[in-house]
């Protein structure tokens, strides 16, 4: 199972960017899909769950500002991230808890410039 993320760039603040982490392979159960994210010389912090039921979940950072979401169908989950700052730069990182193993993906840069 690998999850390939990808959307990452450079943005100005105030921008927008979207976020996709689509995993290939067989994922058996499927139940939370989280992103995180790690700044330079920080340690790495959970921006955003969905539930198996749909429900959401932020971290206080970025509430009203980002919007998680899935494709079942497509094992990808998405991060919208609106009213970007440049506190939100860090490589994010998308990460499945399935019935069989937790799995993550290997990390794309958002740079926000102000």
């Known amino acids: 199972v690998q999850l390939q993320a990808s959307g990452g760039g450079l943005v100005q603040a105030g921008g927008s960017l979207r976020l996709s982490c689509a995993a290939s392979g067989s994922i058996i159960g499927i139940k939370v899909m989280r992103w995180y994210r790690q700044a330079p010389g920080k340690e790495r912090e959970w921006v955003a769950a969905i539930l198996p039921n749909g429900s959401t979940d932020y971290a206080d950072s970025v509430k009203g500002r980002f919007t998680i979401s899935r494709d079942r169908a497509k094992k990808t989950v998405y991060l919208q991230m609106n009213s970007l700052e440049p506190r939100d730069t860090a490589v994010y990182y998308c990460?499945?808890?399935?019935?069989?193993?937790?799995?993550w993906g290997q990390g794309t840069q958002v740079t926000v410039s102000s």
């Open positions: 990460n499945i808890d399935a019935v069989y193993g937790t799995y």
